[in-house]
Structures are given as structure tokens and as C-alpha cells.
T-cell receptor, first 111, second 113 residues
């Protein structure tokens, strides 16, 4: 069974600090996605990573993909309160056309 | 606003009933995907349609069915509802038949009592 695991599940961090969220997956895939979800809201696309070694940055967030290790990271730099949300990674296996979401990481940034 | 619309926003119904959720994709998008989000099972892919045809199937129960119409809107039909079907149902759309960057709708919250 395909697994997409994120850690940590819950993250409470102070403003100004750095931290990394990890996404491990158990299938062969060259495609990985990061989404943000605010409470009671829909999912907002953050990053689309389409090859090994892909790195993308937007503001205080940077995502990378290592397809050999089956690992993606979402790095948060100098966190601010507005980043508080739940972050999901999703994998699109090479063998099919389905999306498998991770468990989500609930991030709370404390002033 | 992603450009994907879903109706209704909220739905409350009783066990054993049948409901239909509707999704209109972004203008020009040919693929529609359906997802279920619940506390115990997380976000699960249900099914994908591309230009009217079923393209991929995930963890969709036999009591659930979907279709995509010629105008590209899609409907998800849930029947013989159980308490465990209470969840947030999202649809998403993308331009092609591959799942690169999907755009999610606001969701329909279904409560089964």
C-alpha cells in the first residue's frame, strides 16, 4: 500500500525561527506537490516539483525534492504568524494518475 | 478564488439517503478530480474524469458514483449514506489529463445524521 508520511504532524514554533517539514513516500514518483489549507478553507497550491533535485522558493517557504530518497522537504525561514496553517504534500505515482496526500502538518506560529 | 465552484456548500441529510454534489471546473480545464477529507481518513482521492471519461479511480466506495457532463461540470452521487460518510468533499480541476497542479474548489461539507 502506498504511504505518504509527513512529520511532524504538529508544529508550534516562534516567530522568526526556522524549521523543516518532511514528506516521505513509498512509491516511485517524479512529481510532488505542496498545498496549504487554512481552517475551514480549501487547499491552495504552493509548489509543484516535477523532477529530482527540484527546488522552488516563494517568500519564506522553500520546497525541494529528492526522488532517489523519496523525500521532499518544506523549509520555513523566519516564520511569521501568517504562515499558521496545515501543510500537505501529495504524490502522483509514476504508475498511475492518482494523488496521494500526506497526513498533513499543522503549523502554529507563536508571536 | 481558484475558479472552481462547488454546490452546495453545506448539506445535512439522514442515513440511508442519497445526495448529489456538483462541481464546475475552471474555464478551459478538462479534468475534474474528487476528494474526501475526514478527520479519521485524511484527504483521499476518489476519482478523476477527463473530458467526460473516467481516467483514474481511487478509494471510492461502490455506493458512490460520479460523472462528467459534456459541459465539463461533474457530479458526485453518494447513496445509502452512513454516518461515516460525513466529510468535506472537494473537487479540483486541471487543464489536461495528468494531475499537474490541481486547483481546488471550496468544498461541500456533508453531515449525515
Amino acid at each position: 500500500e502506498l504511504k505518504v508520511e509527513q512529520n511532524p504532524l504538529f508544529l508550534s514554533m516562534q516567530e522568526g525561527k526556522n524549521y523543516t517539514i518532511y514528506c516521505n513516500y513509498s512509491t516511485t514518483s517524479d512529481r510532488l506537490y505542496w498545498y496549504r489549507q487554512d481552517p475551514g478553507k480549501s487547499l491552495e497550491s504552493l509548489f509543484v516539483l516535477l523532477s529530482n533535485g527540484a527546488v522552488k522558493q516563494e517568500g519564506r517557504l522553500m520546497a525541494s525534492l529528492d526522488t532517489k530518497a523519496r523525500l521532499s522537504t518544506l523549509h520555513i525561514t523566519a516564520a511569521v504568524h501568517d504562515l499558521s496553517a496545515t501543510y500537505f504534500c501529495a504524490v502522483d505515482p509514476n504508475s498511475g494518475n492518482q494523488f496521494y496526500f500526506g497526513t498533513g502538518t499543522s503549523l502554529t506560529v507563536i508571536p | 478564488d481558484s475558479g472552481v465552484t462547488q454546490t452546495p456548500k453545506h448539506l445535512i441529510t439522514a442515513t440511508g439517503q442519497r445526495v448529489t454534489l456538483r462541481c464546475s471546473p475552471r474555464s478551459g480545464d478538462l479534468s475534474v478530480y474528487w476528494y474526501q477529507q475526514s478527520l479519521d481518513q485524511g484527504l483521499q482521492f476518489l476519482i478523476q474524469y477527463y473530458n467526460g471519461e473516467e481516467r483514474a479511480k481511487g478509494n471510492i466506495l461502490e455506493r458512490f458514483s460520479a460523472q462528467q457532463f459534456p459541459d465539463l461540470h461533474s457530479e458526485l452521487n453518494l447513496s445509502s449514506l452512513e454516518l461515516g460518510d460525513s466529510a468535506l468533499y472537494f473537487c479540483a480541476s486541471s487543464p489536461g489529463d495528468t494531475s499537474y497542479e490541481q486547483y481546488f474548489g471550496p468544498g461541500t461539507r456533508l453531515t449525515v445524521t
